[in-house]
């Protein structure tokens, strides 16, 4: 595997790939990112990770400066799983000048959930990933990117951005990968105490009981759905956690489920925070 750092060496690095299968990420790499690459390795010619910690879509309370960083890990767990290319770039080469120009993502979207709790954090990813798109695949005639499900809006977002820009990019969604007792993996996982680790199950059992009660009650969800979200929301506050939502909504579009929507066009969402710790999970249902 060549590590890059600079756009002009990945490009140089890439120069006889037609399709790149590209993987980004934070880095502080588990399972479920190298998930991520073996679902790429066969759907391109060159496979690509990139690791960055892009403070463009971090609040300033948020977790930019403790976020693990843990680089030379990262890079044998990468080769070890096949991948060709591995992209990480300094904040330098990246950003060598303040991010004025920004890809705004549809607020209908992108204000939503994670958007409403976070605000400006799909305008981070959006650029960035614009960014990192252009720095892969730039004069490619088609490549294609993995991006996992447990992030359910942002690949949603990617989604839009690659359709409506009509980037020639294919974009493939990957289960969430989870621990054995359920929990999705997350970098942020180890953040929780070992008390915290053995709670936090309680998110994924939340959003399986509100997606077993929203089924119960799909005669008439409009009107029973609110209820039904407060009481997830209240039980996991009763544990002492800080739910920002626990929510059913349409797949297609992210917004409350309205009459006649089907069972199969819903999903279950979460985010709540444990201690100093923010989760997020989802369950399609
Ligand atoms: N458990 C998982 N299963 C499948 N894909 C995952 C999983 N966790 C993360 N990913 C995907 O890996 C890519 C990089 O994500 P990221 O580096 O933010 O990892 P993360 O573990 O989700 O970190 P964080 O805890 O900060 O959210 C994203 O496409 C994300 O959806
Ligand atoms: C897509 C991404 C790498 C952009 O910084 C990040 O949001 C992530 O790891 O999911
Ligand atoms: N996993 C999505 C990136 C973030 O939480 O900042």
Same mark, same amino acid.
């Given at each position: 595997?060549?590590?890059?750092?600079?756009?002009? /060496?990945?490009?140089?690095?890439?120069?006889?790939?037609?399709?790149?299968?590209?993987? &980004?990420?934070? =880095?502080?790499?588990?399972?479920?990112?190298?998930?991520?690459?073996?679902?790429?390795?066969?759907?391109?010619?060159?496979?690509?990770?990139?690791?960055?910690? !892009?403070?463009?879509?971090?609040?300033?309370?948020?977790?930019?400066?403790?976020?693990?960083?843990?680089?030379?890990?990262?890079?044998?767990?990468?080769?070890?799983?096949?991948?060709?290319?591995?992209?990480?770039?300094?904040?330098?080469?990246?950003?060598? /000048?303040?991010?004025?120009?920004?890809?705004?993502?549809? &607020?209908?979207?992108?204000?939503?959930? /994670?958007?409403? $709790?976070?605000?400006?954090?799909?305008?981070?990813?959006?650029?960035?990933?614009?960014?990192? $798109?252009?720095?892969?695949?730039?004069?490619?005639?088609?490549?294609?990117?993995?991006? =996992?499900?447990?992030?359910?809006?942002?690949?949603?977002?990617?989604?839009?951005?690659?359709?409506?820009?009509?980037?020639?990019?294919?974009?493939? =969604?990957?289960?969430?990968?989870?621990?054995?007792?359920?929990?999705?993996?997350?970098?942020? !996982?180890?953040?929780?105490?070992?008390?915290?680790?053995?709670?936090?199950?309680?998110?994924?059992?939340?959003?399986?009981?509100?997606?077993?009660?929203?089924?119960?009650?799909?005669?008439?969800? &409009?009107?029973?759905?609110?209820?039904? /979200?407060?009481?997830?929301?209240?039980?996991?506050?009763?544990?002492?956690?800080?739910?920002?939502?626990?929510?059913?909504?349409?797949?297609?579009?992210?917004?409350?489920?309205?009459?006649?929507? =089907?069972?199969?066009?819903?999903?279950?969402?979460?985010?709540?925070?444990?201690?100093?710790?923010?989760?997020?999970? !989802?369950?399609?249902?």
């Amino acid at each position: 595997m060549q590590t890059v750092h600079t756009i002009a /060496e990945l490009r140089h690095a890439l120069r006889h790939a037609e399709r790149p299968a590209f993987v &980004p990420t934070m =880095g502080n790499l588990h399972a479920g990112h190298l998930a991520l690459v073996a679902q790429a390795r066969p759907l391109g010619d060159a496979t690509v990770a990139s690791i960055f910690v !892009n403070r463009l879509q971090f609040l300033p309370h948020e977790d930019f400066d403790s976020y693990p960083r843990t680089f030379t890990a990262d890079q044998a767990k990468l080769a070890a799983a096949g991948c060709d290319v591995l992209f990480a770039p300094r904040e330098a080469d990246l950003y060598p /000048e303040p991010q004025t120009f920004k890809v705004q993502p549809d &607020p209908a979207l992108a204000d939503l959930l /994670e958007g409403e $709790f976070r605000p400006g954090f799909f305008t981070g990813v959006a650029t960035v990933v614009m960014k990192l $798109f252009m720095a892969v695949f730039a004069g490619k005639p088609q490549g294609v990117a993995v991006f =996992g499900k447990k992030d359910y809006q942002q690949l949603m977002v990617i989604r839009g951005l690659v359709r409506q820009l009509a980037l020639p990019i294919d974009i493939a =969604g990957h289960d969430t990968e989870r621990a054995a007792d359920g929990l999705a993996l997350s970098s942020r !996982n180890g953040y929780l105490s070992e008390a915290e680790r053995a709670e936090a199950l309680q998110l994924p059992l939340a959003l399986r009981v509100l997606a077993r009660d929203a089924l119960a009650a799909a005669h008439a969800l &409009p009107e029973r759905l609110p209820a039904l /979200e407060a009481a997830a929301m209240q039980q996991l506050a009763a544990r002492g956690w800080q739910p920002d939502y626990l929510t059913v909504r349409r797949r297609a579009d992210l917004l409350p489920p309205q009459r006649g929507d =089907g069972q199969g066009a819903l999903v279950a969402l979460g985010a709540a925070r444990l201690g100093g710790t923010r989760l997020i999970d !989802n369950l399609e249902i």
